[in-house]
């Protein structure tokens, strides 16, 4: 029963800025961690940040320089990425995703879990960055 749902994507100027949801039912977020990623065409599947169960955050190389910021608002059960200076290489389906209470890879220290560690996944939300 547990979903996640994304919404928020469209298109959007370079240097523009969008904010991504990710509903989440079937569970809450006091016992799970929210993960986002990207997919581009032909690419692999990209981690950019992440939020705990208790609020704290993983973020990327890119979400740590400020332009991807992750939030929540456990009264409406939702997660958000917040995304700012966004360029045409910024396209892709943002995915949202849930593992069990913290971000951190089981692999690999103190870094973000990787795609293969989040157990339950979104369909996805387009963004496209383009003028």
């Known amino acids: 029963q547990l979903q996640l749902v994304e919404s928020g994507g469209g298109l959007v100027q370079p240097g523009g800025s969008l904010r991504l949801s990710c509903a989440a039912s079937g569970f809450t977020l006091d016992y799970y961690a929210i993960g986002w990623f990207r997919q581009a065409p032909g690419k692999g599947r990209e981690g950019l940040s992440c939020i705990s169960s208790t609020g704290g955050t993983t973020n990327s190389a890119d979400s740590g320089k400020g332009r991807f910021t992750v939030a929540r608002d456990t009264a409406k059960n939702t997660v958000y990425l917040g995304m700012s200076s966004l360029n045409p290489e910024d396209t892709a389906v943002y995915y949202c995703?849930?593992?069990?209470?913290?971000?951190?890879?089981?692999?690999?220290?103190?870094?973000?879990?990787?795609?293969?560690?989040?157990?339950?996944w979104g369909r996805g939300t387009q963004v496209t960055v383009s003028s």
């Open positions: 995703a849930a593992k069990a209470k913290s971000c951190y890879s089981g692999s690999y220290y103190y870094t973000l879990a990787r795609e293969y560690e989040f157990d339950y």
